[in-house]
Protein backbone atom coordinates (compact mmCIF):
# COMPACT_ATOMS: atom_id res chain seq x y z
CA UNK A 1 0.00 0.00 0.00
CA UNK A 2 1.17 3.46 -0.98
CA UNK A 3 0.29 6.82 1.61
CA UNK A 4 0.68 10.17 0.33
CA UNK A 5 -0.60 12.91 2.53
CA UNK A 6 -0.42 16.41 3.42
CA UNK A 7 -1.80 18.55 6.08
CA UNK A 8 -5.29 17.74 4.71
CA UNK A 9 -5.56 14.34 3.38
CA UNK A 10 -4.35 10.91 3.89
CA UNK A 11 -4.73 8.89 0.75
CA UNK A 12 -4.22 5.08 0.52
CA UNK A 13 -3.37 3.41 -2.97
CA UNK A 14 -2.80 -0.16 -4.14
CA UNK A 15 -0.17 -1.37 -6.60
CA UNK A 16 -3.48 -3.61 -8.04
CA UNK A 17 -4.53 -1.34 -10.47
CA UNK A 18 -3.27 2.16 -8.68
CA UNK A 19 -6.40 2.21 -7.25
CA UNK A 20 -6.98 4.87 -3.84
CA UNK A 21 -8.74 2.63 -1.58
CA UNK A 22 -9.05 5.26 1.53
CA UNK A 23 -9.10 8.95 1.70
CA UNK A 24 -9.15 10.26 5.09
CA UNK A 25 -9.97 14.45 6.20
CA UNK A 26 -7.14 14.70 8.62
CA UNK A 27 -8.92 18.26 9.75
CA UNK A 28 -12.51 16.84 10.04
CA UNK A 29 -11.58 13.06 10.80
CA UNK A 30 -13.84 11.86 8.29
CA UNK A 31 -13.26 8.72 5.51
CA UNK A 32 -14.87 9.71 2.43
CA UNK A 33 -14.03 6.23 0.08
CA UNK A 34 -16.61 3.76 -0.28
CA UNK A 35 -15.12 0.20 2.29
CA UNK A 36 -14.76 -1.72 -0.20
CA UNK A 37 -17.05 -4.45 1.35
CA UNK A 38 -17.70 -7.66 -1.20
CA UNK A 39 -21.00 -7.81 0.46
CA UNK A 40 -22.03 -4.59 -1.89
CA UNK A 41 -19.09 -3.95 -4.47
CA UNK A 42 -15.59 -5.21 -3.68
CA UNK A 43 -13.76 -1.98 -5.52
CA UNK A 44 -13.13 1.64 -4.27
CA UNK A 45 -11.88 3.29 -7.30
CA UNK A 46 -10.94 1.28 -10.37
CA UNK A 47 -9.48 2.90 -13.62
CA UNK A 48 -11.48 1.27 -16.40
CA UNK A 49 -9.18 0.69 -19.79
CA UNK A 50 -9.64 -0.30 -22.79
CA UNK A 51 -13.21 -0.50 -22.22
CA UNK A 52 -15.94 1.71 -20.38
CA UNK A 53 -18.91 -0.44 -19.26
CA UNK A 54 -19.93 -3.74 -21.41
CA UNK A 55 -19.61 -4.17 -24.52
CA UNK A 56 -22.23 -6.47 -26.69
CA UNK A 57 -21.77 -9.95 -25.91
CA UNK A 58 -18.71 -8.95 -24.23
CA UNK A 59 -16.54 -9.22 -27.68
CA UNK A 60 -15.48 -6.80 -30.31
CA UNK A 61 -14.05 -7.12 -33.82
CA UNK A 62 -10.87 -4.95 -34.96
CA UNK A 63 -9.70 -5.99 -38.12
CA UNK A 64 -11.41 -8.73 -39.25
CA UNK A 65 -10.46 -10.87 -35.49
CA UNK A 66 -12.91 -11.02 -32.51
CA UNK A 67 -11.79 -10.79 -29.43
CA UNK A 68 -13.62 -11.07 -26.27
CA UNK A 69 -13.12 -8.95 -22.93
CA UNK A 70 -15.37 -8.61 -19.89
CA UNK A 71 -16.56 -5.20 -18.62
CA UNK A 72 -14.82 -2.11 -17.71
CA UNK A 73 -11.37 -4.27 -19.38
CA UNK A 74 -8.71 -5.29 -17.64
CA UNK A 75 -6.12 -2.37 -16.01
CA UNK A 76 -8.07 -2.32 -12.64
CA UNK A 77 -6.82 -5.96 -12.22
CA UNK A 78 -2.66 -5.42 -12.96
CA UNK A 79 0.31 -4.47 -10.75
CA UNK A 80 1.58 -1.03 -11.41
CA UNK A 81 4.96 -0.07 -10.82
CA UNK A 82 5.49 2.59 -8.59
CA UNK A 83 7.89 5.51 -10.90
CA UNK A 84 8.36 8.02 -8.86
CA UNK A 85 7.06 9.19 -5.06
CA UNK A 86 7.02 12.04 -2.59
CA UNK A 87 5.02 12.64 0.19
CA UNK A 88 2.04 14.75 -1.59
CA UNK A 89 2.35 12.55 -4.74
CA UNK A 90 2.85 9.30 -6.40
CA UNK A 91 2.96 8.00 -10.32
CA UNK A 92 2.33 4.37 -11.25
CA UNK A 93 3.22 3.31 -13.76
CA UNK A 94 2.13 -0.43 -16.26
CA UNK A 95 3.54 -1.56 -19.33
CA UNK A 96 1.78 -3.93 -21.27
CA UNK A 97 4.98 -5.44 -23.25
CA UNK A 98 2.23 -8.31 -25.29
CA UNK A 99 1.17 -9.81 -22.36
CA UNK A 100 -2.75 -9.33 -23.23
CA UNK A 101 -2.76 -9.39 -27.19
CA UNK A 102 -4.80 -11.90 -27.07
CA UNK A 103 -7.55 -9.75 -25.66
CA UNK A 104 -6.11 -6.51 -26.91
CA UNK A 105 -4.06 -5.77 -30.44
CA UNK A 106 -2.33 -3.05 -29.05
CA UNK A 107 0.61 -2.97 -26.63
CA UNK A 108 0.60 0.34 -24.53
CA UNK A 109 2.13 2.06 -21.41
CA UNK A 110 -0.27 4.12 -18.57
CA UNK A 111 0.79 6.25 -16.10
CA UNK A 112 -1.66 7.18 -13.58
CA UNK A 113 0.00 10.53 -11.12
CA UNK A 114 -1.76 11.53 -8.20
CA UNK A 115 -1.22 14.91 -6.48
CA UNK A 116 -2.51 16.79 -3.31
CA UNK A 117 -3.00 19.82 -3.16
CA UNK A 118 -4.61 21.35 0.26
CA UNK A 119 -8.33 19.05 0.38
CA UNK A 120 -8.11 18.41 -3.69
CA UNK A 121 -6.30 14.88 -5.05
CA UNK A 122 -5.92 15.45 -8.69
CA UNK A 123 -5.60 12.32 -11.44
CA UNK A 124 -3.70 12.60 -13.98
CA UNK A 125 -3.76 9.88 -16.96
CA UNK A 126 -1.11 9.27 -19.62
CA UNK A 127 -1.73 6.31 -22.43
CA UNK A 128 0.90 5.89 -24.41
CA UNK A 129 0.79 4.05 -27.77
CA UNK A 130 3.75 1.41 -28.40
CA UNK A 131 2.58 0.29 -31.83
CA UNK A 132 3.26 1.16 -35.30
CA UNK A 133 -0.46 1.07 -35.68
CA UNK A 134 -3.43 3.24 -34.98
CA UNK A 135 -4.74 2.88 -31.60
CA UNK A 136 -8.31 2.49 -30.38
CA UNK A 137 -9.41 2.68 -26.18
CA UNK A 138 -11.71 3.99 -23.92
CA UNK A 139 -10.58 4.97 -20.21
CA UNK A 140 -12.33 5.99 -17.53
CA UNK A 141 -12.71 6.75 -13.23
CA UNK A 142 -15.01 4.85 -11.20
CA UNK A 143 -14.49 6.10 -7.83
CA UNK A 144 -17.03 4.84 -4.74
CA UNK A 145 -17.81 7.84 -2.34
CA UNK A 146 -19.07 6.52 1.22
CA UNK A 147 -23.42 8.01 1.57
CA UNK A 148 -24.45 8.53 4.17
CA UNK A 149 -21.26 10.43 6.01
CA UNK A 150 -22.45 10.27 9.02
CA UNK A 151 -24.42 7.61 11.37
CA UNK A 152 -27.37 9.70 12.02
CA UNK A 153 -28.29 10.74 8.60
CA UNK A 154 -29.93 8.92 5.62
CA UNK A 155 -29.19 8.54 2.08
CA UNK A 156 -31.71 10.81 1.09
CA UNK A 157 -30.14 13.71 3.03
CA UNK A 158 -27.40 13.94 -0.33
CA UNK A 159 -27.77 15.41 -3.83
CA UNK A 160 -25.96 15.44 -6.63
CA UNK A 161 -25.45 18.96 -8.19
CA UNK A 162 -24.18 19.32 -11.67
CA UNK A 163 -22.27 21.95 -13.68
CA UNK A 164 -22.91 21.33 -17.54
CA UNK A 165 -20.23 22.23 -20.20
CA UNK A 166 -20.79 25.78 -21.70
CA UNK A 167 -22.34 26.14 -25.20
CA UNK A 168 -23.23 22.49 -25.04
CA UNK A 169 -26.60 20.12 -25.01
CA UNK A 170 -26.26 17.57 -22.06
CA UNK A 171 -27.60 14.68 -23.05
CA UNK A 172 -29.08 11.69 -21.15
CA UNK A 173 -28.59 8.16 -21.38
CA UNK A 174 -30.36 4.95 -20.51
CA UNK A 175 -28.93 1.41 -19.79
CA UNK A 176 -30.84 -1.62 -21.18
CA UNK A 177 -28.67 -5.03 -20.27
CA UNK A 178 -25.80 -2.97 -19.51
CA UNK A 179 -25.92 -1.67 -23.23
CA UNK A 180 -26.75 2.17 -24.35
CA UNK A 181 -29.47 3.91 -25.33
CA UNK A 182 -29.93 7.58 -26.17
CA UNK A 183 -32.67 9.26 -24.45
CA UNK A 184 -32.09 12.79 -25.53
CA UNK A 185 -31.37 16.22 -24.29
CA UNK A 186 -31.55 16.87 -20.52
CA UNK A 187 -33.25 19.83 -20.03
CA UNK A 188 -32.39 21.82 -17.17
CA UNK A 189 -30.67 19.29 -15.19
CA UNK A 190 -29.28 20.88 -11.97
CA UNK A 191 -29.46 18.74 -9.23
CA UNK A 192 -30.45 15.22 -8.38
CA UNK A 193 -31.65 14.10 -4.72
CA UNK A 194 -30.11 10.32 -3.73
CA UNK A 195 -32.84 7.86 -3.72
CA UNK A 196 -32.98 4.05 -3.31
CA UNK A 197 -34.92 3.44 -6.95
CA UNK A 198 -32.63 6.04 -8.53
CA UNK A 199 -30.24 3.28 -9.62
CA UNK A 200 -33.04 0.47 -10.22
CA UNK A 201 -32.19 0.25 -13.47
CA UNK A 202 -28.43 0.64 -13.47
CA UNK A 203 -26.51 3.73 -13.82
CA UNK A 204 -27.40 7.33 -14.77
CA UNK A 205 -25.32 8.22 -17.84
CA UNK A 206 -24.75 11.78 -19.54
CA UNK A 207 -22.52 13.98 -21.71
CA UNK A 208 -20.96 17.21 -21.69
CA UNK A 209 -20.97 17.62 -17.55
CA UNK A 210 -17.51 19.45 -16.43
CA UNK A 211 -18.31 18.88 -12.32
CA UNK A 212 -20.58 16.72 -10.06
CA UNK A 213 -21.24 17.95 -6.07
CA UNK A 214 -22.31 15.21 -3.85
CA UNK A 215 -23.34 17.33 -0.94
CA UNK A 216 -25.35 16.31 2.20
CA UNK A 217 -28.13 18.97 3.09
CA UNK A 218 -27.39 18.91 6.59
CA UNK A 219 -23.96 20.31 6.50
CA UNK A 220 -21.45 21.51 3.76
CA UNK A 221 -19.22 18.13 3.85
CA UNK A 222 -19.30 16.39 0.76
CA UNK A 223 -16.96 15.94 -2.09
CA UNK A 224 -16.38 17.79 -5.62
CA UNK A 225 -15.31 15.94 -8.81
CA UNK A 226 -13.81 18.08 -11.10
CA UNK A 227 -13.37 17.14 -14.63
CA UNK A 228 -13.53 19.20 -17.87
CA UNK A 229 -13.98 18.39 -21.31
CA UNK A 230 -14.65 14.54 -20.29
CA UNK A 231 -17.28 13.56 -23.33
CA UNK A 232 -19.63 11.17 -20.26
CA UNK A 233 -20.22 10.60 -16.75
CA UNK A 234 -21.63 7.84 -15.05
CA UNK A 235 -23.20 7.85 -11.79
CA UNK A 236 -24.06 4.87 -10.03
CA UNK A 237 -24.44 2.53 -7.29
CA UNK A 238 -25.32 -1.11 -6.60
CA UNK A 239 -28.85 -1.80 -6.10
CA UNK A 240 -30.71 -5.04 -4.27
CA UNK A 241 -33.41 -6.29 -6.36
CA UNK A 242 -34.55 -8.07 -3.18
CA UNK A 243 -35.12 -5.53 -0.71
CA UNK A 244 -35.09 -2.33 -3.10
CA UNK A 245 -32.56 -0.59 -1.62
CA UNK A 246 -28.63 1.27 -3.02
CA UNK A 247 -25.85 0.31 -1.45
CA UNK A 248 -24.18 2.85 1.09
CA UNK A 249 -22.01 4.47 -1.74
CA UNK A 250 -22.39 6.49 -4.83
CA UNK A 251 -19.87 6.42 -7.85
CA UNK A 252 -19.23 9.12 -9.79
CA UNK A 253 -17.55 8.59 -13.18
CA UNK A 254 -15.61 10.78 -14.95
CA UNK A 255 -15.41 8.68 -18.52
CA UNK A 256 -13.34 9.24 -22.55
CA UNK A 257 -16.01 6.21 -23.17
CA UNK A 258 -18.64 4.41 -22.50
CA UNK A 259 -20.65 1.23 -22.89
CA UNK A 260 -21.74 -0.47 -26.56
CA UNK A 261 -24.87 1.23 -28.18
CA UNK A 262 -28.22 -1.77 -28.56
CA UNK A 263 -27.38 -1.19 -32.46
CA UNK A 264 -23.71 -1.31 -32.51
CA UNK A 265 -21.35 -3.17 -35.47
CA UNK A 266 -19.52 -4.58 -32.99
CA UNK A 267 -16.16 -2.66 -34.87
CA UNK A 268 -13.71 -1.28 -32.06
CA UNK A 269 -12.58 1.04 -34.27
CA UNK A 270 -16.55 2.45 -35.02
CA UNK A 271 -17.34 1.97 -31.50
CA UNK A 272 -19.75 5.16 -29.98
CA UNK A 273 -17.25 7.51 -27.94
CA UNK A 274 -14.18 5.38 -28.56
CA UNK A 275 -10.68 7.57 -28.83
CA UNK A 276 -7.59 6.66 -31.60
CA UNK A 277 -4.36 7.29 -30.58
CA UNK A 278 -1.71 7.26 -33.67
CA UNK A 279 1.92 5.40 -33.32
CA UNK A 280 4.14 6.78 -30.51
CA UNK A 281 1.40 9.35 -28.87
CA UNK A 282 0.29 10.01 -25.68
CA UNK A 283 -2.76 11.18 -24.52
CA UNK A 284 -3.21 12.67 -21.62
CA UNK A 285 -6.01 13.50 -18.68
CA UNK A 286 -7.00 15.06 -15.84
CA UNK A 287 -9.85 15.42 -13.36
CA UNK A 288 -10.07 15.68 -9.67
CA UNK A 289 -12.12 15.32 -6.25
CA UNK A 290 -12.21 17.83 -3.74
CA UNK A 291 -12.97 16.32 -0.19
CA UNK A 292 -14.94 19.35 1.98
Not at 5 to 12: A, H, I, K, R, S
Not at 154 to 161: G, M, Q, S, T, V
Request: proline share 4%; glycine share 6%; charged share 25%.
Amino acid sequence: MIVIENDWLLVEITHQGAEVRKVKHKKNGLDYMWTGDKAYWGRVSPVLFPIVGRLKEDRYQIDGRTYEMPQHGFLRDVEFEVEEQTTTGVSFSFTSGGRYLHVYPYDFKAIIRYELNEDTLAVRWEIVNENKKEMYFSIGAHPAFKVPLFENEAIEDYNLYFTPAPDKNVIEYELKDSLIYEKGKANNLSSIQLKDSLFAHDALVFSHIDQVKLESKNSEHGVVVSFEGFPFVGIWSKYSDTDGEMAPFVCIEPWYGIADTFDTTGNFKEKYGINNLKPRETFRAKHSMQFK
